[in-house]
């Protein structure tokens, strides 16, 4: 799914559902609001669709690289 650390079986059984934002870490401006259950959240990561959500999580890596 992605590299890096994902929720534990534990972390995931007591968060059930969660709120989550993804933000520019250049000026902080939130730019997408999900709702979800299990490692969804890094599941944007690997989303290869065309938006502009997954265009800005691409600028974002790009720059951070």
Do not use: A, W
């Not at 650390?5 to 870490?25: A, M, N, R």
């Not at 250049?26 to 959500?53: A, M, P, T």
Request: net charge positive; charged share 30%.
């Amino acid at each position: 799914m992605t590299k890096g650390k994902l929720f534990s079986s534990k972390i995931i059984k007591e968060l059930k559902h969660y709120v989550y934002l993804l933000s520019d870490p250049q000026n902080n401006e939130i730019f997408y609001v999900g709702k979800g259950v299990g490692n969804r959240v890094f599941s944007h990561l690997n989303d290869s669709s065309k938006n502009d959500k997954t265009d800005k999580i691409k600028e974002i890596r790009y720059i951070n690289c």
